[in-house]
């Protein structure tokens, strides 16, 4: 008995460590939003220059990249298993960026110039919310890596 004990103990301890708790797989890296700049004032289905600049940590042809607007400050902790999230006041939409001045490709549209904000009057005057952008890399070395997600986010307050 005392045997098949101790080869079972290793045996689960592996089992646990091989079977994550969190699926999604965050990553420190992300890009930086030049616009809109923190501070901006954001009025009612107005709009905000949007400029972001990917990261690309790993070095791929094409970034991903997902926009949103929060009344919170967001952290990688808010996303969920596919590194969306679940509670955002508007959903911009997804773009790709194409990297080493590669075209767009025909159905992904590449990120958009101006953020047509939606109807802010729910917020009161002055308050923060926020800009986030969600990058995703999925060609990590070395290889059939799952996707892994960086997270930035600029400050824009309410009319
Ligand atoms: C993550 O959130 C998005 C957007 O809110 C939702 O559509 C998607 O089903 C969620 N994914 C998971 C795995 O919960």
Known sequence: MRFSTSLLVPCFAALALA??????VISSNHGTIVEPTSGVVATTEGSLPFSYKDSNWCEAGYSPISVWLLDYAPTTANLNATGQFTDAAYYFGAFLIGNFGLPPLS????P?????LPDLSQYGAGS???IAVVETATTCPPGNQPAQYGLASVEITTA
């Open 112 to 116: 958009p110039t101006t953020l047509t």
């Open 107 to 110: 159905g992904s549209p590449s």
């Open 19 to 24: 079977v994550p708790n969190v699926p999604r």
């Open 128 to 130: 923060s919310m926020y």
